[in-house]
């Protein structure tokens, strides 16, 4: 079993930032890939960043590369998100997720068995 808690989402201006963080309990959280994903109203919930258990290799959708940063602390069991350069389109409700069946870097939803209880991001124009 895996427990994940989001914190530091909220409401920011476009051209912002915030920095998402998702602490971890339960199994060894250096032994799985983690990833931030994010759900807007009437949309599917899509991956945006994507971190391998050792933090070497990452995933950004194209739709935010050169804006957010994923990384991952596994001393202190926390995964985080980075998120600069905020636009309005970004608005949505980010979770994250560990995928504990892999260490890899994964991007499907599907792949993903333990998922947070999400924290809104808003971005306003």
């Known amino acids: 079993q895996v427990q994940l808690v989001e914190s530091g989402g909220g409401l920011v201006q476009a051209g912002g930032s915030l920095r998402l963080s998702c602490a971890a309990s339960g199994r060894t959280f250096s032994s799985y890939a983690m990833g931030w994903f994010r759900q807007a109203p009437g949309q599917e919930r899509e991956a945006v960043a994507a971190i391998s258990w050792s933090g070497g290799r990452t995933y950004y959708a194209d739709s935010v590369k050169g804006r957010f940063t994923i990384s991952r602390d596994n001393a202190k069991n926390t995964e985080f998100l980075q998120m600069n350069s905020l636009k309005p389109e970004d608005t949505a409700v980010y979770y994250c997720?560990?995928?504990?069946?892999?260490?890899?870097?994964?991007?499907?939803?599907?792949?993903?068995?333990?998922w947070g209880q999400g924290t809104q991001v808003t971005v306003s124009s």
């Open positions: 997720a560990a995928s504990t069946r892999y260490a890899t870097l994964r991007t499907r939803t599907s792949d993903y068995d333990y």
